[in-house]
């Protein structure tokens, strides 16, 4: 389904990207107020001067100093791109450069508002590829001993988290410690208490905490959301998501309870937990789930291989959904109401996703999933801008929470009481 599992999807892949660029279609900001890019002019610099009051006045001088070379750079930043929005791009380190963190990297390419500058990685090869690659100067390079210091950058406004599920938690906090704006890849942690802990961290460093939930942005699934709002499906009834694919090396970390937290549900299902929530629009109240395992040996204690699960909500809607590292082809999502539904397949791919509802086939352009993440990611940060479906941290902890009561479910047998 992915591509870095399938060198099929990789292929269609870039061939959209090249459609993309050609072609006419970007979710953007275009009509920024001149107001609204005032206020987040002022924002930054607002920003600046507050974290700069928290050091010494020798800083402070040198802060100032930055103050005009950043201005300027912004706006020859915003004239390089050819930007419609003029205001400053997000300028964002990745951390953490394996396969995930290069398809961002890949994608940001093409983004208007977002701006890969600066990236964090335990290798130092890598980070002359990249440094090259990317134009990336060597004083926005770190490594994971050092990435406190970015607070001392004033040329990274966000640091994005694409590491091992394990590894989250204490980056996310060290980052935010930092005084940066954090995008953390899902699973967000490992669990509901490392969430929580996450979002109290950004919120006590007055930063924001950003997860890289993509489909929440993806042209289909925005219209199939508009859809249930208007009320085209009438009352909503049923939800089925099924998330798999048959992983490969047994020696990953995805495989190793540690880093990876669980199994295919930390990874793979989470995709089925959270589409259940914005497909039905509704919080789940309760969960039961059912687990099975065929190779104990590639699957070990604690790391899943298949997961049933059956979420009930609030209308009286329920959804039924299966979680796999055992079985290909399986990424699809099925709303059905009392007036209509809505089938997608691929449901959440890198893409091309397809779908159609009682009305007819879902039509809405191809995208780059990342090149449009980060284009919004960077005017909901800079800018207040509401995304339709959230994508902050407490979207990402009602997700972790979901995903402990289905381990609880699974270990107890039991039905689990929800309260998002
Ligand atoms: P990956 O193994 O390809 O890359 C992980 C990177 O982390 C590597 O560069 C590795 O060197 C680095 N790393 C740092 N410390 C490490 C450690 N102790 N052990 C192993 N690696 C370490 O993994 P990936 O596929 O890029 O996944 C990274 C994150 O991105 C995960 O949280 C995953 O769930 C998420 N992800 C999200 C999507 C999506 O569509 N949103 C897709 C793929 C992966």
Not at 171 to 188: F, L, N, T, W
């Amino acid at each position: 389904m992915f591509s870095y599992r399938n060198k099929e999807s990789c292929i269609i892949f870039y061939k959209r990207k090249i459609e993309v660029n050609n072609g006419t279609y970007f979710l953007r900001v275009c009509s920024q107020s001149f107001l609204c890019k005032f206020i987040s002019i002022v924002f930054l610099h607002y920003k600046t001067t507050v974290m700069n009051s928290r050091r010494d006045f020798l800083q402070k001088i040198a802060a100032a100093t930055i103050a005009v070379p950043f201005s300027s750079q912004v706006t020859t930043a915003c004239k390089a791109n050819n930007k419609s929005y003029d205001g400053p791009a997000l300028r964002v380190a990745i951390m953490g450069l394996g396969s995930y963190g290069t398809r961002v990297a890949e994608a940001m390419r093409d983004c208007k508002d977002a701006k890969l500058v600066g990236v964090i990685s335990g290798h130092p090869e890598k980070i002359s590829a990249w440094q090259s690659r990317y134009n990336i100067p060597v004083k926005n390079c770190y490594n994971y001993e050092n990435f406190d210091n970015v607070k001392d950058n004033p040329d990274i406004d966000a640091v994005y988290v694409i590491t091992p599920n394990g590894l989250h938690h204490d980056e996310v906090i060290r980052v935010a410690k930092a005084g940066k704006h954090v995008i953390c890849e899902k699973p967000m942690a490992l669990n509901a208490k490392q969430g929580q802990e996450m979002v109290n961290a950004c919120k006590k460093a007055n930063v924001r905490l950003l997860v890289g939930y993509r489909m929440h942005f993806e042209p289909k699934t925005l219209e199939v959301i508009r859809m249930r709002k208007a009320g085209e499906f009438g009352k909503i009834l049923f939800f089925q998501g099924l998330s798999g694919f048959v992983i490969g090396d047994p020696t990953q970390w995805r495989l190793n309870k540690e880093l990876a937290g669980g199994g295919a549900l930390m990874d793979i299902g989470i995709y089925s937990i959270n589409g259940s929530r914005y497909m039905t629009g509704e919080e789940p109240l309760w969960v039961t789930a059912q687990e099975t395992k065929t190779d104990p040996v590639k699957f070990k204690e604690g790391v899943d291989e298949t997961i049933q699960f059956q979420l009930g909500f609030p209308s009286g809607a329920v959804a039924s959904c299966l979680s796999t590292y055992s079985m290909n082809n399986l990424d699809s999502f099925f709303l059905n109401g009392s007036q209509g539904f809505a089938e997608m397949q691929p449901a959440t791919g890198y893409g091309p996703i397809m779908g159609h509802t009682h009305k007819g086939e879902l039509a809405q352009p191809v995208v780059t999933h990342q090149t449009v993440q980060m284009d919004e990611m960077s005017a909901i940060i800079l800018q207040g801008k509401q995304p339709v479906v959230p994508v902050d941290g407490e979207e990402a902890l009602k997700d972790l929470r979901i995903i402990d009561a289905i381990y609880e479910a699974c270990r107890s047998g039991k039905k689990i009481n929800l309260n998002l």
